[in-house]
């Protein structure tokens, strides 16, 4: 008896240290998200227990409305010099699928950016808040931003992102969160689909999380929202009050 839980407890172990606790998860829990207070981490990376990368980033918002933020989303950003003016030095070029006006679900941010030294080709789907965050609840308060990020030229997503900017006494403040290791296969046929596959079944293990999505990765990505959502802020409000006539 005692050398079969011997046996069971070697093979729990393994199982574990490959797969991860509860590997195949895709539903990322909304409460510290979500929550009005600040969390132990705001800015930094960590690797939870399924393997997946977790990178936050906290950005101040001196001045900046929550739907200041939603208004640049979903109707003034349409070009490629949009796109650049919002980081110079790292955003290269951008284009929109599915965007219909004043909407961001269902559309796709098709944008070339640089993510640390390398040029990354992404198509980052904006989706329902609710399909990532659970327990999100719309609120007049703050905008809850998230998406399904991949390679534009693999059907493949691997992250996915949620930025929430809550309504405070000076502005707002933007609670950016991805969750890096998230492996789907997007249907060809409809790419706001997925499907099924040998990569998303093997992707999602905590040991091809490990290889694949690194620290240096992850700070890389933490550093880049860092710096985007600072320069956001910097000239929103007076773009927004010039486009707006408010």
Same mark, same amino acid.
Request: aromatic fraction near 10%.
């Given at each position: 008896?005692?050398?079969?839980?011997?046996? +069971?407890?070697?093979?729990?172990?393994?199982?574990?240290?490959?797969?991860?606790?509860?590997?195949?998860?895709?539903?990322?829990?909304?409460?510290?998200?979500?929550?009005?207070?600040?969390?132990?981490?705001?800015? $930094?990376?960590?690797?939870?227990?399924?393997?997946?990368?977790?990178?936050?980033?906290?950005?101040?918002?001196?001045?900046?409305?929550?739907?200041?933020?939603?208004?640049?989303?979903?109707?003034?950003?349409?070009?490629? @010099?949009?796109? *650049?003016?919002?980081?110079?030095?790292?955003?290269?070029?951008?284009?929109?699928? #599915?965007?219909?006006? $004043?909407?961001?679900? $269902?559309?796709?941010?098709?944008?070339?950016?640089?993510?640390?030294?390398?040029?990354?080709?992404?198509?980052? &789907?904006?989706?329902?808040?609710? @399909?990532?965050?659970?327990?999100?609840?719309?609120?007049?308060?703050?905008?809850?931003?998230?998406?399904?990020?991949?390679?534009?030229?693999?059907?493949?997503?691997?992250?996915?992102?949620?930025?929430?900017?809550?309504?405070?006494?000076?502005?707002?403040?933007?609670?950016?969160?991805?969750?890096?290791?998230?492996? @789907?296969?997007?249907?060809?046929?409809? &790419? #706001?689909?997925?499907?099924?596959?040998? *990569?998303?079944?093997? $992707?999602?293990?905590?040991?091809?999380?490990?290889?694949?999505?690194?620290?240096?990765?992850?700070?890389?990505?933490?550093?880049?929202?860092?710096?985007?959502?600072?320069? +956001?802020?910097?000239?929103?409000?007076?773009?927004?009050?010039? @486009?707006? #006539?408010?």
């Amino acid at each position: 008896m005692r050398k079969h839980i011997v046996i +069971l407890a070697v093979a729990a172990t393994l199982f574990i240290a490959v797969f991860g606790v509860n590997p195949w998860a895709t539903a990322n829990r909304g409460k510290d998200v979500l929550s009005y207070s600040h969390t132990d981490l705001e800015t $930094g990376v960590y690797r939870a227990g399924n393997g997946i990368m977790v990178v936050k980033a906290l950005t101040r918002m001196p001045d900046v409305e929550p739907e200041m933020v939603r208004w640049w989303f979903a109707d003034y950003m349409q070009t490629t @010099e949009h796109y *650049q003016r919002w980081y110079p030095t790292q955003h290269l070029w951008m284009d929109w699928e #599915n965007k219909l006006p $004043g909407k961001h679900i $269902g559309a796709s941010h098709l944008v070339d950016e640089y993510i640390g030294e390398t040029i990354n080709k992404l198509r980052i &789907q904006f989706v329902d808040p609710s @399909e990532i965050l659970n327990n999100y609840e719309e609120t007049n308060d703050r905008f809850v931003i998230c998406a399904r990020g991949g390679l534009r030229e693999e059907l493949i997503n691997a992250n996915k992102m949620c930025h929430i900017v809550t309504k405070t006494e000076y502005g707002s403040e933007m609670r950016s969160v991805f969750w890096m290791g998230y492996v @789907e296969t997007r249907d060809p046929n409809n &790419q #706001n689909e997925t499907v099924l596959s040998i *990569q998303s079944l093997l $992707g999602n293990t905590a040991l091809a999380r490990a290889l694949i999505f690194d620290k240096h990765s992850a700070l890389a990505l933490m550093d880049h929202a860092i710096g985007e959502m600072n320069i +956001l802020a910097g000239f929103l409000p007076e773009l927004y009050e010039t @486009e707006t #006539n408010l």
